[in-house]
């Protein structure tokens, strides 16, 4: 990898085909997620679990609709909470995971066009945590 690839934007572009928005068990939701997604829904938060969510171990991820897409993923429209989803998909895909196992980046460039593969291991943890912490100084203000 060359000293080009250095930040988040240098090793993925967002081609807005909606493939990460596919699948169950992916999208978790916090309890502030559930705030905001609910407002924006103008729905009642307490009952957005049982209405627009399923279990995932002890969490709650975003259901999927008959299609395997995330209930809120319009083809047309693409994200309809797009300015309130969850932080997982505005962290997507420098997800913090990749910190401990940089490894599964291979897997999740196979299924998105956006992602560059190639990326040392050492280099994609540096770029998740400054893109992480970037993102969490974004949600603060």
Same mark, same amino acid.
């Given at each position: 990898?060359?000293?080009?690839?250095?930040?988040?934007?240098? +090793?993925?572009?967002?081609?807005?085909?909606?493939?990460?928005?596919?699948?169950?068990?992916? %999208?978790?939701?916090?309890?502030?997620? +559930?705030?905001? +997604?609910?407002?924006?829904?103008?729905?009642?938060?307490?009952?957005?679990?049982?209405?627009?969510?399923?279990?995932?171990?002890?969490?709650?991820?975003?259901?999927?609709?008959?299609?395997?897409?995330?209930?809120?993923?319009?083809?047309?429209?693409?994200? %309809?909470?797009?300015?309130?989803?969850?932080?997982?998909?505005?962290?997507?895909?420098?997800?913090?995971?990749?910190?401990?196992?940089?490894?599964?980046?291979?897997?999740?460039?196979?299924?998105?066009?956006?992602?560059?593969?190639? +990326?040392?291991?050492?280099?994609?943890?540096?770029?998740?945590?400054?893109?992480?912490?970037?993102?969490?100084?974004?949600?603060?203000?």
């Amino acid at each position: 990898m060359g000293s080009e690839s250095t930040t988040g934007d240098n +090793i993925f572009t967002c081609h807005q085909c909606g493939d990460c928005c596919r699948g169950f068990g992916g %999208t978790y939701v916090t309890a502030r997620d +559930i705030i905001h +997604i609910s407002a924006y829904i103008h729905f009642n938060a307490e009952q957005f679990a049982a209405r627009y969510c399923e279990k995932s171990g002890s969490r709650y991820v975003l259901a999927c609709g008959n299609d395997g897409c995330c209930i809120f993923f319009d083809k047309e429209r693409q994200c %309809t909470i797009h300015p309130v989803k969850p932080y997982m998909c505005k962290a997507w895909p420098f997800i913090k995971t990749l910190i401990r196992n940089p490894e599964n980046w291979s897997s999740m460039a196979d299924s998105c066009p956006g992602i560059k593969k190639d +990326i040392s291991e050492d280099a994609l943890k540096k770029i998740v945590r400054l893109e992480k912490e970037k993102l969490d100084r974004s949600i603060q203000k």
